[in-house]
């Protein structure tokens, strides 16, 4: 499943964003492997909801409040005392970020300098993981998929607020948490993953692509689909958690040589367009007719983008296990559990599973 599943017993973890719907997966996955996990973000109640309808918040130290919230995160921070940070509380969306610019560097930028800055006076600590995305890179809009190494970048305020969580996650190291000075004036590994287009039940954000056509479904819409030709690395929410968790535990124990930049995304093969995601998707989901292409948004979005994953396979021994049409099958049982009333909890767990069987065999 991940480099040991026994590693994540009764470790002491922190998840920033654990009412979002990759925070929610993960918070699951982590109490399944017995990791004692904390969670501070916002409460985060979309319509349909995930966090909210999972029994998650019984399992874990859950905390409401701001990232940018200094004394609050600090005092929350002492309270819990984590070896292991996961940062992924964010405003993740592009869209809303042309509406709201301010919020969303203020929560990307300032929110990640405010908990990286906690970080130094948290004597527990010894790996923080941020969770920024495949849009930091500067995009060309060539076909050449992006390594670690590529320039940061983004075109738009969310895309950009990713590159500026990337340098100011570099400066940090470099300034605080050197490699350098690594159990001489430090304890602390600290390292970026950056994920494509992640997709999975419980996703409800707007303008994503699938939560628009489920919603569209239960409301008897027409989907609108904006960008049918843009290409996404698309990956099954738990593909690049267990990139995280694997990354998570080479940093824990050989925090020298593992505090870096990681790419976790799709096989090259896997890299396809909205329309074509879309339509594959319909069969599992056993509709048709149900999407109209309409005039291109007003706001830019990349058309290509695909991330490298080379470094993430050769050094971790990562790699995605999901080809589309079985990532696809996951989030349509998903989707169709959840429009038939089935249980949120069980479905999750049931995927999460069925998802570490297939890691064994
Ligand atoms: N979903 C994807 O396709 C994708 C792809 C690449 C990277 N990411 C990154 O992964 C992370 C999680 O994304 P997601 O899809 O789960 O998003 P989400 O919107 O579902 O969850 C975001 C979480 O952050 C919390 N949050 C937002 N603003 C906050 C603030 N000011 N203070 C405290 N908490 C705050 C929310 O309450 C929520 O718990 C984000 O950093 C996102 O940029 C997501």
Redesign the pocket.
Known sequence: MVKTLNFWKDKNVLV??????????LVNLLTQLGAKVS??????E?DYG??HKTKTNQKINSFY?????KNSLKSFMDQVNPEIIF???????VRLSYIDPV?TY???VV?LANILNISRETKSLKVFLN?????CYENFEWDWPYRENDLMGGHDP?SNS?GC?ELLTKAFRMSFFNPDNYNKEHNICLSTA??????GGG???QD?IIPDLIKSLIEGKKLEIRSPNAIRPWQF?LE?LRGYLTLAEFMYEDGLNFSGSWNFGPDNKDNITVEEMINMLSKHLNINDFYQIIESSRYHEAKLLKLDISKAKNTLGWKPILNMNETLKFVAEWYIGFINNDNVDDLTNKQINDYISLIES
């Open positions: 920033t964003g654990h009412t979002g719907f990759k925070g929610t997966w969670g501070y973000s916002l409460k985060n979309l995930f966090y409040g701001n990232i940018c919230d940062h992924l509380a964010a405003q993740p969306l919020d203020n929560t990307n929110g969770i920024t995305s495949d849009k969310y990713k969580a950056r994920a494509g287009n992640v997709i996703d409800w954000a994503r929410v690049p």
